[in-house]
């Protein structure tokens, strides 16, 4: 617009250029040019230096962009309003993609837009069921010999690597020195910590080695089964375990101190569901199975700080209602072997193996997470009876079924005098 004064004009000024521009094209006329939607003030200096002053408001052609929308999707209903430097959009469409391109639109024209539109599939929720099944095999085997004398060759003793247990002199119900060959001086007694697995004694020679030989294999199925509900475009998570405290050392300059912060492990679910226009799902889940491990742990001032063995995914797939699909390989294969001996005679060719004695444990663990989304729309104004509970435990009172007033309580029995 074009601005005239009833005077001669020496300058011109505005208090915000990115949104208004002024030119003096005339003596005593000025070009307005608004750039960005927005308030300005403009000032005007005469000859005299007397000033006037003017309050302008730049705003957007808002019938141009209704007209710009209208023509691009004449099939929805859509309200293009406008709050001072701000464009609101209004209304249901029929699809997210109808919604990003409307926005593009209106933040061609200005950069402050106020997205109020909703479709369909936002009422709409998706129901994720999760499967978790974690299967474990440890196969351990340990093998050892303790040698013992209760008073061979009026000697008692025991040779043992101490793996598994060891002989202990004394004890209630222990091998007394005094079976078979008698012990000249203070008769003995010896207690056996670990029988183990096979046990021979020599009454004549007061003489008996204890083997242990074990072979154990173990299986153990951990399943869980979470059900989580989420609206259609928000992040939900579950997690199914626990928070350990783990100490944090914060020094200063004459003191330290110990705050305490909790570490969540256990079995955590986060997915991000996302329902299309053809109605397919797009899913972004990340799930993570973690547990402490004592093993591989910390000590610090004094506070024995456990490890975390994590094992984890994230993905992003396309599903449709009710397809499922699979994450596994997430697999843990673990050997460890401890080997003792006797010093000396251990090393001894060929009966060296008799003072020897070793462990050996292999843990092998495998994860497998089958995910199915379900889309779940919402019924307005609809009533559901509730779920059936079970039997009352141990003689619990039942609540009274609906539209039933309860039964009034038994007065209690009188005692007769």
């Known amino acids: 617009m074009v601005v005239t004064s009833p ?19 005339s003596p005593t006329q000025v070009l307005i040019h608004g750039l960005t939607p927005g308030s300005i003030t403009l000032l ?3 000859e005299q230096n007397q000033t006037r002053s003017y309050e302008v408001q730049v705003q957007l052609d ?30 249901q469409v029929s699809s997210k993609v109808v919604v990003d391109q409307t926005v593009a639109l209106a933040q061609s024209r200005t950069r402050n837009v106020v997205n109020l539109l909703t479709t369909p599939e936002e009422n709409n929720m998706v129901l ?10 440890v196969a351990i085997q340990q093998l050892g010999m303790n040698i013992f004398s209760t008073g061979a060759a009026n000697t008692p003793g025991a040779i043992s690597t101490g793996q598994f247990g060891k002989s202990a002199l004394g004890g209630q119900g222990s091998v007394s020195g005094t079976i078979g060959a008698h012990l000249s001086g203070t008769p003995s007694a010896f207690q056996l910590s670990d029988l183990l697995n096979i046990f021979v004694f020599r009454p004549d020679l007061n003489l008996g080695p204890a083997i242990h030989a074990v072979a154990q294999k173990n299986l153990l199925e951990v399943l869980a089964e979470p059900n989580v509900l989420a609206l259609n475009g928000v992040e939900a998570s579950f997690l199914a375990g626990g928070e350990f405290p783990f100490p944090v050392v914060q020094g200063g300059t004459n003191f330290s101190s110990v705050t305490i912060m909790f570490k969540e492990f256990g079995v955590r679910l986060k997915f991000t569901p996302n329902i299309l226009a053809d109605g397919r799902i797009r899913l972004k889940v990340a799930p993570e199975v973690s547990s402490l491990d004592f093993a591989n742990g910390l000590r610090i001032s004094g506070f024995d700080i456990p490890a975390i063995t994590s094992r984890r995914a994230e993905t992003q797939v396309i599903l449709l209602d009710g397809q499922s699909f699979a994450i596994a390989g997430l697999m843990d294969n673990r050997v460890t072997q401890l080997n003792s001996k006797v ?12 003072f020897q004695s070793r462990s050996q ?16 729309k919402a019924t307005p104004n609809a009533t559901f009876p509730l779920p059936q509970f079970p039997v009352p435990f141990m003689g619990q009172a039942q609540p009274p079924a609906a539209g039933h007033a309860p039964a009034p309580p038994t007065p209690p029995a ?4």
Do not use: C, Y
């Open 7 to 25: 005077g001669n004009l020496a300058r011109v000024s505005v208090t915000d250029p990115a949104t208004a521009s002024a030119v003096i094209v």
């Open 44 to 46: 005007l200096w005469d």
């Open 62 to 91: 808002i019938q141009g962009l209704r007209q710009t929308v209208r023509q691009a999707f004449p099939n929805e209903t859509i309200t293009v309003e406008q709050s001072e430097s701000t464009v609101i959009l209004n209304g």
């Open 128 to 137: 994720l069921q999760v499967r978790f099944a974690e299967v474990s095999k």
């Open 343 to 354: 010093p000396g005679l251990g090393d001894i060719p060929i009966l060296g193996k008799l």
């Open 361 to 376: 444990n292999k843990s092998n663990t495998e994860l497998l997470v089958v995910v199915t989304p379900r889309v779940v």
């Open 414 to 417: 009188q005692k007769k005098k």
